[in-house]
């Protein structure tokens, strides 16, 4: 590589002295933060020079391969392209493909999420890894299809509300079609612990004001999701599965996430667009059309009421998620405040504060049925009286804890809305 910083190499982070190991042809780099960022830090592996096919050939002899992938005797020219998630190549051989280097590896499910894909995906055909790390993407070159993104700009700028509905259901149902289809693979309890920690970081690296622990629910269990999608990924039903993003490699994964952070991805990237055109439509109204749409295709119990359920974590601890990611990458690439991550950090405390106000009718309700079975075990068998009694105190729990139910942000409120 020259001597210029790579697009996808964190600006504000410096590079120092690495000797991990490698596959020839690639140079280990290793960056780290200074002042404000200290504890941000990063291990890359970044490929040397490629401009011919035997440079290709030579690249990618000592890695392992998976799939399918363009013979190397076939192969008649490569150019290349930078990018902010990795260096991606243009491969002419007997037919036309595209190689992207991931940078910082992946998850180690890039294979599981390519293989087991819907039909119409677009997910790569093969690729090349080094000791179980993802080192390099393939994938077939289409003709150039028009993602969702262009579209919903321009509906979003021009206020015209059904085709964003469209859209959106449009969008939420193809992610839905992908998370049906990983359910059928895996499906494990909630990672609480590692979740919430991970949170913890984040809020460490960025010396956060506010924190957010969430308990969870059943019904957002670990499985193969995406873990970033965003509306120019999609095109028509097709989803491309793509690389992961700069926080993945500042604070790797170390647990499955459930699909609903993947909802959680593309509802804020509709955030982003909404913020970016200036929209006047109402972003809660988009935002539910998008949600809906994933909840016709999803897992029925991924998408029920209990899974978005926000005084355990629902779908906004997730976006609070996201929007850390946001402002961690911002500040890796010292790229200025991203919008509207931080506009809407700046409302958690206020969403926070409504969410625990709300539990004094959670203690309301279970005080109500302590008291009312109290009253029936000291006094059994009960009079009329005493009958009446309890009964009102089980009828006050009840309608306590539905009040409480009730009062749980919906999903498709932003922050700054609750």
């Given at each position: 590589?020259?001597?210029?910083?790579?697009r996808?190499?964190?600006?504000a982070?410096?590079?120092?002295?690495?000797?991990?190991?490698?596959?020839?042809?690639?140079?280990p780099?290793?960056v780290?933060?200074?002042?404000?960022?200290?504890g941000?830090?990063?291990d890359f592996i970044e490929?040397d020079?490629?401009?011919?096919p035997s440079?290709?050939e030579s690249l990618?002899?000592?890695?392992?391969?998976?799939?399918?992938?363009?013979?190397?005797?076939?192969?008649?020219?490569i150019?290349?392209?930078?990018?902010?998630r990795?260096?991606?190549?243009?491969i002419?051989?007997?037919?036309?493909?595209?190689?992207?280097f991931l940078?910082w590896?992946?998850?180690g499910?890039l294979?599981?999420?390519?293989r087991?894909?819907?039909e119409?995906f677009d997910a790569?055909?093969?690729?090349f890894?080094w000791k179980?790390?993802?080192?390099?993407?393939?994938r077939r070159k289409?003709e150039d299809?028009?993602?969702?993104?262009?579209?919903?700009?321009?509906?979003?700028?021009?206020?015209d509300?059904e085709?964003c509905?469209t859209l959106l259901e449009e969008?939420g149902?193809?992610?839905?079609r992908f998370?049906?289809?990983m359910?059928?693979i895996r499906?494990?309890p909630?990672?609480?612990?590692?979740w919430?920690a991970?949170?913890?970081k984040?809020?460490?690296?960025?010396r956060a004001q506010?924190?957010?622990?969430?308990p969870?629910t059943?019904e957002?269990?670990c499985?193969?999701?995406?873990?970033?999608?965003?509306?120019?990924?999609?095109?028509g039903?097709s989803i491309r599965i793509s690389?992961?993003?700069l926080s993945?490699?500042?604070?790797?994964?170390?647990?499955?996430?459930?699909a609903i952070?993947?909802l959680?991805?593309?509802?804020h990237?509709l955030?982003r667009?909404?913020h970016r055109?200036?929209?006047e439509?109402?972003l809660?109204e988009?935002?539910?059309y998008l949600?809906?749409?994933w909840r016709k295709t999803?897992?029925?119990?991924?998408a029920?009421?209990?899974?978005?359920?926000?005084?355990?974590?629902g779908?906004?601890?997730w976006?609070?998620?996201?929007?850390?990611?946001?402002v961690?990458?911002?500040?890796?690439?010292?790229s200025?405040a991203p919008?509207p991550?931080?506009?809407m950090l700046?409302?958690v405390?206020?969403y926070?504060k409504r969410?625990f106000?709300?539990r004094?009718?959670?203690?309301?309700?279970?005080?109500a049925?302590?008291?009312?079975?109290?009253?029936?075990i000291?006094?059994?068998?009960p009079?009329i009286?005493e009958?009446v009694?309890s009964?009102?105190?089980?009828?006050?729990g009840?309608?306590?804890?539905?009040?409480?139910?009730?009062?749980?942000?919906?999903p498709e409120?932003?922050?700054?809305d609750v």
């Amino acid at each position: 590589m020259s001597d210029v910083k790579p697009r996808w190499r964190p600006q504000a982070l410096r590079q120092v002295s690495s000797d991990f190991d490698t596959p020839s042809g690639f140079t280990p780099i290793r960056v780290v933060g200074m002042g404000g960022l200290t504890g941000m830090s990063a291990d890359f592996i970044e490929p040397d020079k490629i401009t011919t096919p035997s440079d290709w050939e030579s690249l990618v002899a000592d890695l392992d391969q998976w799939g399918e992938v363009p013979d190397p005797s076939t192969i008649s020219s490569i150019s290349s392209e930078e990018t902010s998630r990795g260096l991606v190549l243009q491969i002419s051989a007997e037919l036309e493909w595209i190689a992207e280097f991931l940078p910082w590896g992946s998850d180690g499910l890039l294979r599981t999420r390519s293989r087991n894909a819907p039909e119409n995906f677009d997910a790569p055909t093969g690729g090349f890894f080094w000791k179980e790390r993802d080192v390099v993407i393939l994938r077939r070159k289409v003709e150039d299809r028009e993602s969702v993104e262009p579209e919903l700009e321009k509906a979003l700028r021009g206020g015209d509300l059904e085709s964003c509905r469209t859209l959106l259901e449009e969008s939420g149902k193809a992610l839905g079609r992908f998370h049906k289809s990983m359910s059928n693979i895996r499906n494990l309890p909630p990672d609480q612990k590692r979740w919430n920690a991970r949170n913890e970081k984040i809020e460490g690296l960025l010396r956060a004001q506010f924190i957010w622990r969430a308990p969870y629910t059943k019904e957002q269990p670990c499985t193969v999701t995406l873990m970033d999608v965003r509306f120019s990924d999609l095109s028509g039903e097709s989803i491309r599965i793509s690389v992961p993003r700069l926080s993945d490699a500042l604070v790797p994964h170390d647990s499955e996430k459930p699909a609903i952070r993947d909802l959680a991805s593309l509802v804020h990237d509709l955030s982003r667009i909404h913020h970016r055109v200036e929209s006047e439509l109402g972003l809660s109204e988009l935002r539910s059309y998008l949600i809906e749409g994933w909840r016709k295709t999803a897992p029925d119990e991924w998408a029920s009421d209990r899974a978005f359920y926000s005084h355990r974590g629902g779908l906004a601890i997730w976006e609070y998620e996201q929007c850390l990611m946001d402002v961690l990458e911002a500040s890796a690439n010292q790229s200025g405040a991203p919008q509207p991550a931080v506009k809407m950090l700046m409302y958690v405390k206020m969403y926070q504060k409504r969410m625990f106000n709300n539990r004094t009718f959670a203690a309301l309700s279970f005080m109500a049925f302590f008291f009312g079975a109290s009253s029936l075990i000291n006094q059994f068998p009960p009079s009329i009286l005493e009958f009446v009694t309890s009964a009102t105190f089980f009828l006050v729990g009840y309608l306590s804890f539905r009040t409480y139910r009730r009062m749980s942000p919906p999903p498709e409120k932003p922050f700054m809305d609750v």
